[in-house]
Nanobody, 125 residues
Framework: QLQLVESGGGLVQPGGSLRLSCAASGFTLDDYAIGWFRQAPGKEREGVSCISRRGGRTNYADSVKGRFTISRDNAKNTVYLQMNSLKPEDTAVYYC??????????????????WGQGTQVTVSS
């Protein structure tokens, strides 16, 4: 069974950091581009960051550029999202997604085949 599992969310104060992980089971992540998305209450889901299959290309939403860093460790079948200088507006459920059709690139819109269940990130004092 193909499955993506996010972890690493939690409650953090403004200015703090969290590292999210996206682990795959049932398939190897190096065949897939990976995207991170988030959805806050009452808002549409938005693309946050993505990374191509081999990690050569990354994209970031303007709202997180300079604060978030995406990386992948294909040997561990895991993708990470390091989030620094967190703001209250980063509060959302964060999802990772895997896309097999994205070859040599990644995108911040829904072109992904598999999705995780999400992990809650809350930034509050």
């Amino acid at each position: 069974q193909l499955q993506l599992v996010e972890s690493g969310g939690g409650l953090v104060q403004p200015g703090g950091s969290l590292r999210l992980s996206c682990a795959a089971s049932g398939f190897t992540l190096d065949d897939y581009a990976i995207g991170w998305f988030r959805q806050a209450p009452g808002k549409e889901r938005e693309g946050v960051s993505c990374i191509s299959r081999r990690g050569g290309r990354t994209n970031y939403a303007d709202s997180v550029k300079g604060r978030f860093t995406i990386s992948r460790d294909n040997a561990k079948n895991t993708v990470y999202l390091q989030m620094n200088s967190l703001k209250p507006e980063d509060t959302a459920v964060y999802y990772c997604a895997a896309g097999r059709r994205l070859i040599g690139l990644c995108v911040l819109h829904d072109a992904y085949d598999y999705w995780g269940q999400g992990t809650q990130v809350t930034v509050s004092s």
